[in-house]
């Protein structure tokens, strides 16, 4: 049972309006087309989680979790393509039994690296483990020199735009710039069905309210207290004997492998994998989630996520040519106004509010009672 020493008031009160809007309100209200827009925006909202963890309690910009996002989907697409490429399927090409896009370049074999895909329970290690694999790799490089800030940013950068041209150009082994695409069933299950798409939905907000809880959970450690103090005080926490190195690592490390879960939900919602969602482009945008819903809150940045996505897709509907000014504009009238987002407005601006009204009619209360308790009896 969640109990208030692991959720402060607010936050309480943000989770359960989270979870009657994600249970309750939207599946209740929406259809299924827009209730699978809704189920998109949640995958991103993985890669806020991780943003929290590693940018608003670490203080490590990182611009780069497009990557991670990416190659989280590409393992999951890469088993769900090599079901969906069956002999009985695939007869027609010159080599069945092999992805399509293979087929087109001319490969006559299935690499090497997707043989392992054909198994479930490996593409689910894979999805955790090649990302986190990686981000350490990155991190170990990057923290044990005492390479940080703006300069880790533009290093994340770079490597989601050679990780783009790299999946682009690898177009036999990995698609290409069409990426892995007609991916129909998992486990012989449609998942291109309203039916499929609804259960989708629900088994991503329950991963969702997990990975709050294991977010959470790792904020309130010890762990999380040092990472707060390590933004906060780089130094002082380096003289007091701890590694501060490690500490980023495991906290990027942690935003990569919540970023693969997000792009493997993502590959199984939409059914394509595609390098358009592991470049700057996208990674800056997940990080403009986390900052207009907060930084340093877990729900705030899950709300920032929704509303970001919501308003994109509004204003992509009713303005195609200037929704990419529109978002610029929220960004930036967010970061000027509201540094801290969405839950900066609720901590500043409602829950003293609330409070105030709170304590005044309880001492009104109070009150009242007190001269009904002292009053002669008549």
């Given amino acids: 049972m969640i109990n208030s020493r692991f959720f402060n008031r607010s936050e309480l009160v943000g989770f359960i309006s989270l979870a009657l809007l994600l249970i309750v309100i939207l599946p209740l209200a929406l259809d299924v087309f827009r209730l699978n827009l809704v189920a998109k925006y949640l ?18 910009l990182s611009l780069g979790q497009g990557v991670f996002f990416g190659l989280g989907g590409y ?7 090599l079901e969906a490429s069956i ?6 090409q010159s080599t069945p039994g092999i992805p399509d896009f293979m087929d087109w370049n001319q490969l006559t074999a299935l690499p090497f690296l997707w043989k392992p895909f054909h198994s479930f329970p490996f593409t689910l290690l894979a999805i955790v483990l090649v990302p986190g694999i990686f981000a350490f790799i990155i991190g170990a490089a990057m923290f044990k020199r005492r390479v940080g800030g703006v300069y880790f940013a533009i290093i994340t950068q770079a490597i989601a735009a ?48 997990a990975s709050i809880i294991a977010a959470q959970f790792i904020r309130l450690t010890k762990l999380g207290r040092i990472l707060v103090a390590m933004r906060e005080q780089e130094d002082r926490v380096r003289f007091s004997g701890y590694s501060v190195a490690n500490f980023k690592i495991f906290s990027f490390c942690a935003a990569a492998i919540f970023a693969a879960i997000g792009g493997a ?3 199984l919602e939409v059914g394509f994998m595609s390098p358009s969602f592991v470049g700057i482009v996208p990674s800056i945008e997940m990080v403009i989630y986390t900052a207009v819903g907060g930084r340093t809150s877990i729900i705030g940045a899950i709300f920032g996520t929704i509303l970001v996505n919501f308003a994109k897709t509004s204003l992509s509907e009713t303005f195609p040519q200037l929704w990419l000014f529109g978002l610029g504009a929220l960004f930036i009238a967010v970061v000027l106004a509201f540094p801290n ?22 001492s009104k209360t109070w009150s009242d009672g007190s001269v009904a308790d002292g009053a002669p009896a008549e």
């Fill in 265 to 267: 939900l993502f590959t």
């Fill in 341 to 362: 987002g969405l839950a900066g407005i609720w901590a500043d601006h409602v829950q003293p509010r609330i409070d105030r009204l709170f304590a005044s009619r309880g």
């Fill in 43 to 60: 995958t991103y909202a993985f890669v806020a989680i991780g943003l929290v963890m590693c940018w608003g309690y670490g203080g490590i």
């Fill in 87 to 92: 002999v009985e399927n695939t007869k027609m």
């Fill in 162 to 209: 050679i990780m783009t041209i790299l999946i682009v150009g690898q177009q036999g082994y990995t698609g290409g710039i069409n990426g892995i695409t007609d991916l129909r069933t998992l486990y012989g299950w449609d998942i291109r069905t309203d039916h499929a798409k609804l259960i989708l939905y629900f088994v991503e907000v329950a991963f969702l309210f």
């Fill in 75 to 81: 393992c999951m697409a890469m088993f769900l393509k």
